[in-house]
């Protein structure tokens, strides 16, 4: 088996673009690779270079199990969506896809001063409410809330959230491994369901959505352990 080990020591505030893909094509420069085992460390938000490389692993035909031994970023949740097997530690964790996180790339706008990461699941239930306040109203009243809608964020910045949010779940679709039942759910759970970007889940709520995990056992780790000792001397 081949075993690579992707250790990016960040935090929220000090996000940069992971090195996953230039180090999986390291990896894969082997023509007789058939699988990787693909450990991560990485509190990486870098879903771009995820969505990438799972790409890249299937022009390959190379499939991959994924390991998460510690809080992970959103690289993780989506390598976790691609992967056959994932295993992880009672300690480990996968990040949500929240659309207000920047590096997850919804559109910014900037309003009282403060920028702004539009969230259709957020802005939309407002939209239809004020929608619906607007059919009966007099034509004052309308166009008081059209000042509003406009003052708050343009429908221009709104269009272009929406669409973002549809490439990015039809993206992550794409790259979802099919065998799992729940294949068209499991993105919007990352996307929706599990919250803002600071949101973890572990082990227990991700069996629960239908993702293929199991626990890291102890001698799983012991030898996860020596074989990245061996990795860092090579």
């Not at 929240?98 to 001063?113: A, E, I, K, S």
Request: proline share 3%.
């Amino acid at each position: 088996m081949s075993y690579l080990f992707l250790k990016e020591e960040m935090t929220f505030f000090s996000q940069r673009k992971s090195g996953l893909l230039t180090e999986v094509k390291k990896t894969t420069k082997r023509t007789d690779i058939r699988r990787i085992e693909l450990v991560i460390d990485s509190f990486s938000f870098d879903i771009a270079s995820a969505i990438q490389t799972i790409k890249y692993l299937k022009s390959l035909h190379i499939s991959y199990n994924l390991w998460i031994r510690s809080k992970a970023g959103s690289l993780a949740t989506v390598l976790a969506l691609g992967a056959e097997q994932v295993y992880i530690s009672p300690y480990g964790s996968l990040a949500a896809i929240d659309p207000t996180f920047y590096m997850h790339g919804f559109p910014l706008v900037v309003h009282n001063g403060q920028p702004w990461h539009l969230n259709p699941y957020e802005f939309q239930p407002w939209v239809k409410f004020v929608n619906k306040i607007f059919e009966n109203s007099s034509q004052a009243v309308k166009e008081f809330i059209e000042h509003l809608q406009i003052q708050a964020f343009s429908l221009e910045s709104r269009e272009k959230a929406k669409k973002h949010l549809a490439f990015l779940r039809q993206e992550l679709l794409l790259i979802t491994n099919p065998t799992y039942k729940a294949c068209e759910q499991l993105p919007d759970y990352f996307l929706k369901e599990l919250g803002s970007f600071d949101s973890c889940a572990y082990f227990t709520d991700l069996k629960k959505v239908g993702l293929s995990i199991n626990l890291i056992t102890k001698e799983q780790s012991s030898e996860l352990r020596k074989l990245e000792k061996k990795s860092n001397q090579l």
